[in-house]
């Protein structure tokens, strides 16, 4: 397959190197929703995008420090894209997301035991003779390099543990035009912060019999609350300005707005990974949810943004038509 | 047709037949005055198949065979039902295996002698159903003819393997497995998205006769050791093989002939399946795997 370096050939355009690639697939996996996902290289490190139908948008955020090595050569993709202007150059390419995530998880043992958090001595590679020694049990926190070398040629993936090797190609696509729910474009109304914990609870209390799942911030009591309306009835929860429950309290705009339940629930493993989450809407009504995972190198960010079911807007022009 | 025997090693005869639980259904057993043979198939032309033999003077003691045919005796049963009854022979002070009738269908019935607390003793019997075949249709079932295999190498802990091709299954249907005579084995799986070569190295290449050539034939050449001889099977057959173990054995040779199979061998010692060397005098069988190169 393309792509191929060979020594003394034309630089690499990207290339990273991980110690532990369990951090990464943790990461994947909160947007692993999708079999495709777009995903921008930049000196910056790696941002990795889904989007279902042109409603929601997740984001994985990989920052060059997760990585024990990244290198992003700017200048070649430059060239390759000559027509970027002075935007800080990035690459963009759609691979099989789903693809990506099994084969860093080639070496996790048997499927099953892949949630357990067993972990190898050191994060070195142990290269024993296999065939002869001690219990070659591969336990998933192999090593990785990734590269690639621009449209056209394969995503590569190389895993090593305990001197097995596994190097996987996968095609990569032109990215798709990506769905227009830019959040930035309409000031912030409301934000607040909370302890992942509590809306973790919340979330669980949610009636997946519902078609949409409420939400209302307000500058009054109740501040915040989660409501659904399903086949048995409704659910409401409340909460409190309380700093140790809510944190950063901002609100503008009074408003109440709804999302589909089942699209809002895609972010469950990344509410369960993160020790907190922000919570943002803007004045068309989208809603932002920042999860703050806290990885080996400072924090990591995965977002959620949706589009409302109805926005308040147009509700008000359909009763004047 | 008569076969009776004081089975002495019945942890060895459970560990047997444990090995192909997850092969198939039903098994052969073949019983001659030195040998008990085990065979599975799983598909004549396309499937996996197990040929296993081990030594009687292994397993039985006072063992006594006879039929018209050889003294040899072939008979079709169900892998489950063995199964259960060599369990329940664990640890017991006396037991017995015999062909017998029960309710004029033949069995092979293990009778099982326990000690109580109070010290009598207490009889069990166990009886497995089975099929008695013919000469004829015994002799239509065949071991695979396979050529010379070009390379021979110790497999890898038969658990990584394993572990890496349950995740990899879901990415194709066949696998190419391939080995060199520089102890490394490859498996490569691909669709249109993906391909996934996995690397074992460090392991032990057996030396093996340089093949005779034939008189005025024209020989193909080895190739060099580095160099690779590739077997593309089925996915779900290697999946198979590498199932059948419940405590993965070490000694495992594998063998490939390119474009006709991928053949595995287990040693089997008295004392179970580690032994320390293919020459072992301990060696009292083997299992030999046959997984045909895909057609196409």
């Known amino acids: 397959m393309a792509g191929d370096d060979a020594a003394g050939a034309a630089p690499a355009l990207f290339s990273a190197r991980l110690n532990n690639i ?237 999302y589909k339940l089942s699209l809002v629930l895609r972010c469950r493993l990344a509410l369960a990974l993160s020790d907190k989450t922000k919570i943002r809407i803007n004045q068309r009504g989208f809603l932002s949810l920042q999860f703050m995972i806290p990885t080996d190198a400072d924090v990591s960010f995965v977002n959620f943004l949706y589009a409302p079911l109805v926005h308040a807007d147009e509700l008000q022009q359909q009763q004047y038509q | 047709m008569r076969f009776r025997a004081l089975v002495t090693n019945a942890n060895l005869l459970l560990r047997v037949v444990q090995s192909i639980d997850k092969l198939a259904k039903s098994a052969i057993l073949k019983l001659t005055p030195e040998k008990l043979h085990i065979i599975v198939i799983t598909d004549v032309d396309s499937g996996l198949q197990l040929w296993s033999d081990v030594a009687v003077n292994a397993l039985f003691g006072d063992y006594r065979i006879e039929s018209a045919h050889g003294n040899e005796i072939y008979l079709e049963f169900s892998i489950e039902n063995l199964q259960r009854a060599l369990r329940s022979a664990q640890g017991a002070l006396r037991t017995t295996l015999k062909l017998t009738k029960k309710q004029g269908l033949p069995v092979l019935s293990l009778v099982i002698v326990n000690q109580s607390g109070t010290g009598r003793e207490l009889t069990l019997s166990q009886d497995v159903p089975v099929r008695v075949l013919t000469p004829q249709q015994m002799d239509a079932i ?121 053949v595995f061998y287990v040693y089997i010692g008295s004392a179970g399946y580690s032994v320390g060397a293919l020459n072992d005098q301990t060696t009292c069988g083997s299992l030999t795997y046959f997984i045909p190169v895909r057609q196409v």
């Not at chain 1, 697939?25 to 930049?42: D, E, H, K, Q, W």
């Not at chain 1, 892949?114 to 998933?140: E, F, H, M, P």
Request: aromatic share 8%; proline share 5%.
């Open chain 2, 142 to 262: 065949r071991e695979p003819l396979v050529p010379d295999s070009q390379v021979h190498i110790m497999m890898p802990p038969l658990n990584s393997v394993r572990s890496i091709a349950e995740r990899i299954k879901s990415m194709g249907d066949r696998v190419a497995v391939s080995a060199n005579g520089e102890g490394e084995v490859t498996l490569r799986v691909s669709n249109d998205l993906v391909e996934i070569t996995t690397f074992f190295r460090g392991l032990e290449n057996l030396a093996y006769d340089t093949q005779p050539q034939d008189a005025g034939g024209v020989a193909s050449p080895d190739r060099a050791p580095a160099e690779f001889y590739t077997a593309v099977v089925d996915m779900r057959n290697f999946l198979r093989f590498l199932q059948s173990y419940h405590v993965a054995p070490r000694n495992i040779v594998c063998c490939i002939i390119e474009h006709h199979a991928l």
């Open chain 1, 22 to 258: 369990r951090p990464l697939v943790n990461m994947l996996r909160t947007i692993g929703f999708r079999p495709r996902a777009t995903c921008a290289i930049s000196s910056s490190g790696l941002v990795f995008t889904v989007e279902e139908a042109q409603s929601i948008v997740a984001q994985a955020y990989l920052r060059t420090d997760l990585f024990a090595a990244f290198s992003y050569n700017a200048a070649l993709a430059r060239e390759q894209s000559p027509d970027a202007g002075d935007e800080e150059p990035t690459t963009y390419v759609a691979l099989p997301l789903d693809n990506l995530i099994e084969c860093m998880m080639l070496f996790y043992g048997p499927s099953g035991s892949s949630g357990s958090s067993s972990s190898n001595t050191g994060g070195g590679i142990q290269s024993a003779a296999l065939g002869g020694g001690g219990a070659a049990d591969l336990r998933g926190a192999s090593t990785a390099h990734i590269a690639f070398n621009g449209l056209g040629s394969d995503f590569e993936l190389m895993l090593e543990e305990r001197g097995v090797i596994s190097v996987c190609r996968m095609a990569t696509f032109l990215p798709e035009a990506a769905a227009d729910l830019d959040f930035s474009r309409s000031p912030v109304v409301q934000q607040l912060i909370i302890r992942s914990e509590w809306l973790r609870d919340a979330f669980s209390e949610l009636d997946p019999t519902s078609e949409a799942v409420g939400i209302a911030i307000s500058s009054t009591a109740p501040y915040f609350r989660v409501s659904t309306m399903g086949d048995s009835g409704s659910t409401e929860m409340t909460y409190s300005k309380d700093e140790r429950v809510l944190d950063s309290f901002f609100c503008s705009e009074e408003q109440e707005n709804r």
